[in-house]
């Protein structure tokens, strides 16, 4: 029978979701990714296969299910990584990524099924890469050296499929920035996952203000002045920066919104922040 893998990233602060950070601090990003992770682990749990396996990276926590075997990452690329998964199975496996905390054991079992009499099975996402795939004879030049991590890995992994008979999955949203959590939660309320989310927009008791607000979800805050009842002010309040690629601190200012306030005293309301622009991800995020 067939191997369900799952790869994944132990959910350290810091070290897995860090697109999500802002608007959400590296302690609450990882909260949402255990979250993803165990709805993803008792997916796999509920779906019949001979084997299911743990492809970690970092140690197991609490949110391990029975029934999992768990085995270390090898290789150096997420190429690497995935083609040594595979050898490890030893014969026809399944492998899923931890972002997609929507999947159900219906479309797992689909694609274990669909290697009884196909050679391959493969899941799009909707960011340009793939959440699943799926190999009757896995074979690590399939994965090595297809570059993962942009627009187009998930065409590039699908041409190395050419010639064999296969399944294609239904298209997935895989949780990458603040926006994309909002759009999987809404699609799965009843997971682990929005649970998760709700917990941390859910207005804090006493201020009504929510602990974290995805980007382009939030209005204006309220604003209020110090200054003498003439309305005039000391300074200005700039703009907040906007930083849509959470992989480099080059940050870019955004221009201040007082061009000449000093004079006038007038404190304009803050820019609305930019939503965060979505990026592929890698499998093991």
Not at 178 to 186: E, L, T
Not at 222 to 245: F, H, I, K, L
């Amino acid at each position: 029978m067939t191997t369900l893998l799952v790869i994944a990233k132990e959910p350290v602060p810091g070290r897995v979701k860090t697109r999500l950070t802002p608007p959400y601090t590296p302690e609450q990003a990882a909260a949402l990714a255990e979250a993803a992770l165990a709805d993803t682990l008792a997916a796999v749990a509920a779906t019949p296969a001979a084997r299911r396996v743990l492809v970690l990276a970092g140690r197991p926590g609490p949110w391990l299910p029975e029934g999992f075997e768990v085995i270390p990452q090898r290789g150096g690329g997420l190429d690497e990584r995935l083609a040594n998964a595979f050898a490890d199975a030893d014969g026809p496996a399944v492998l899923v990524g931890m972002d997609t905390p929507q999947v159900a054991p219906a479309a797992l079992t689909r694609a274990v099924r669909s290697l009884e009499d196909g050679d391959a099975v493969f899941g799009p996402a909707a960011d340009g890469g793939f959440w699943l795939i799926g190999l009757r004879e896995p074979d690590p030049r399939l994965f090595l050296g297809v570059p993962m991590s942009r627009p187009d890995t998930g065409a590039h992994q699908r041409a190395r499929l050419r010639g064999m008979r296969v399944t294609t999955l239904d298209t997935l949203t895989d949780v990458d920035t603040a926006d994309d959590a909002v759009r999987v939660a809404a699609q799965a309320p009843g997971t682990r996952f929005a649970a998760a989310l709700t917990a941390l927009t859910a207005p804090r008791p006493g201020n009504g203000r929510s602990s974290a607000r995805p980007s382009g979800q939030g209005g204006r805050k309220d604003e209020r002045r110090s200054g003498p009842p003439d309305g005039r002010a000391n300074g200005c309040t700039p703009a907040p920066t906007n930083s849509p690629d959470d992989r480099t601190n080059d940050h870019t200012p955004a221009p201040t919104d007082c061009p000449d306030d000093r004079t006038d005293g007038r404190i304009p309301a803050p820019a609305r922040p930019a939503a965060l622009s979505a990026r592929p991800r890698e499998a093991a995020q």
